[in-house]
């Protein structure tokens, strides 16, 4: 498979010009055709923002659902066919404010899915908005005086909800982007990849530029080690002058799915298919 097996063409791309969005869509296609993934065996799962037209862009199949809900129909499709390749994507507002309670619940289960948030800072979608991210004293269209309420830190939320593999990325390192979200796909079990992915429209300070200046690879230090869950937690509170990207944590644990009696043989969707649920029906009737 190449990146361009990938392209859809029936949708114009409405992203702003220099949008971050651009380099999380191109090293998804690119990390779909190192993986050697067939389109018809990935689904691309979206909430609602910038971050939620990108199922629309690409040639897989696709879902775009509700605001800050896009990991319940991921957990949805996965169980339902656990063969297919579910790949999630959301936006801070969306995923960190909207569907925090989603995203906790769904790292301490631990289904067999990439979940990677385009954390711009900002609600993008809605004209700029403040989001659980801005960093606080940017003045938005919600807070023209700046933000007074301290930002969350997602990877260490992550940390303490039990993920089995958290990533950070950078959306303007397309070939180490790429590489993240091909190892967030051969994880086992739950992967958080937050995208650092600038808003050229309404965020004047995390931009393209700022995290040029601030970002370092950990897999360039050999003394950093990803299964130390201390480690993790010093390197995740890293923000300033340096800031990490790269996998900052994992460890190996049974997925949700392999551990239900229910998909011991086999993905739902090829189990008796012709299972007369008429009886069933009748109690709600
Ligand atoms: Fe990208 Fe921001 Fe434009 Fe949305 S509003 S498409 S996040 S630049
Ligand atoms: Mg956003």
Redesign the pocket.
Known sequence: MKPLDYNQSEHEI???P????FGILLAAKNAYANLGLKPENIVMVSGIG?SGKIPHYVKTYGFEGLHGRALPPAQAIKLVNNELEVVVFAGDGDGYGIGMGHFIHSMRRNMDMLYVV?N?Q?Y??TKGQASPTTEVGAKTSSTPKGVIEAPINPLLLALSSNATWIGRGFAGDIKHLTSLIEQGIAHKGFALLDVF?P?????KINTFQFFQQRVYKLEEEKAYDPTNKLMAFERMQEWGEKIPIGVLYKEDRPTYEDQLPQLASGPLIKQNPKRDISELLKAFA
């Open positions: 409405q992203w702003c220099g949008c971050g969005d910038c385009h711009n900002v993008g979608l992915q808003c050229v429209t309404y965020n």
